[in-house]
């Protein structure tokens, strides 16, 4: 006869907590299957049916999306729960409460919610809970205690058998589609799209970013099939105008039902302007309401902030930090490089996973950069720096290309070639560095920069 599963002993700092979390099934080896989450959530008592759900989905800025979303909600007195991933930083950073990440203490009282039934659907599934089934168990049940009034979840990856996906959205949004995590999710938009559909939900609103017609027709195929309603951007929201400003820009929006003109954004991009668009139609649809207040609007976007997307970490020389870590994420970043700023000469330190299309995201930023400094981030799953390199000097040529493993020291080659500006033919004092590749990368530079200053 077995012996009984022995429950998990609980955590008393934050530092056990990442200990027992990392010790499971990590992020980048999956199962898909709803059956353990959906089992796990079921003994805390379905936490996740306790509070509506805006669910955002798509390839790149669900993140930057996900927080302007919180903040337009905060902007109208409802209590949010926001969970993100992966982290910049710290762990805690993916559960947020009204803005604000979990405290180390409230992150471990999260996990001690939870923990004591991860055995139970340990020994009950074919195979035990990820890290990301847990930590998103832990937001659910978070979310639940608080109690907020809405939570605005990010996928992990895809939509149909996403852990985040146990949870029924009240609105759907489904931001661009490319070719991303292509192993697990499908070698082309419209198959990753098929996937990404799976958040869209009987009696939920979808709501559409521009995409591909071919991704279009999925998404729109899913919404007839299960009854949601769909509004696009483009159709039936969108940005009007744009222009560049100091520290971001400014932006006429039209909703699903009116026009919000001069609207700061402390971010930069096209991109950026997109997303907003989709976080005020996504809002919108939650609320119901025939218009937002313009100021409320207004004072809510101007407040956002994303780190590691485009952010200005340091100056003299200018230090930028991008997340980007696929190619249509590069693309878009080297638009808002070209669009918003006069570097010059620009200096990259790139970073990427050894799973990641290298070649994709060099090739978008190779028009932008003077130099290139080819590094790897600490973990087990970054390329290794100097085959990065030999993949970049087929596209930079040997002369544009240098390697420097540790990111410190290829942060410190890059600001010294960024202020020697002669060197490319520039004047001194114009230049700066982009640090890119990987979320991890441009975290543990962000974590390095700010301990400097």
Known sequence: MSEPPVAPRLAETFAEVEDALLSRW??????????????YTELLGDPQRSFPVIHLTGTNGKTSTSRMVDALLRGLELRTGRFTS???????????????????????????????????VDSEQDHPLSFFETIVAMAYAAFADAPVEVAVVE????????????ADAAVAVVLPVAVDHARYLGETPAAIAAEKAGIIKPGSVAVMAEQSPEVAEVLLQ??????????????????????????????????????????????????????AAVA????????GAQTLDGEIVSAAFAEVTSPARLEVIRRSPTIVLDAAHNPHGAEATAAALEDSFTFSPLIGVMGVMADKDAEGVLAAF???????????????????AEKLARAAREIYGDHRVSVAPRLADAIDQAATLAEAGGVFGESVGSGAVLVTGSVITAGEARAMLKGRS
């Open 222 to 275: 899913r919404a007839a099939e299960v009854g949601a309603s769909v509004v696009r951007e483009g159709t039936d929201f969108g940005v009007v105008t744009r222009v560049p400003a100091v520290g971001g820009q400014v932006v006429s929006l039209q909703g699903l039902r009116a026009r919000y003109d001069d609207v700061f954004l402390p971010l930069y991009g096209a991109h950026q302007a997109q997303n």
């Open 86 to 120: 992966p982290h910049v930083e710290r762990m805690s950073e993916r559960i947020s409460i009204d803005g604000e990440p979990l405290t180390d203490e409230e992150f471990v009282q999260a996990f001690n919610d939870v923990a004591p039934y991860t055995h139970l």
């Open 280 to 287: 005020l139609a996504a809002v919108e649809s939650f609320t």
């Open 366 to 384: 190779e028009p932008h950069l003077a130099h290139l400094v080819c590094t790897q981030n600490s973990t087990q799953r970054a390329m290794p």
């Open 155 to 166: 996928v992990g990856m895809g939509g149909s058998w996403d852990a985040t996906n146990v």
């Open 26 to 39: 990590p992020e980048t080896r999956l199962e898909p299957s709803l059956d353990r989450i959906a089992a």
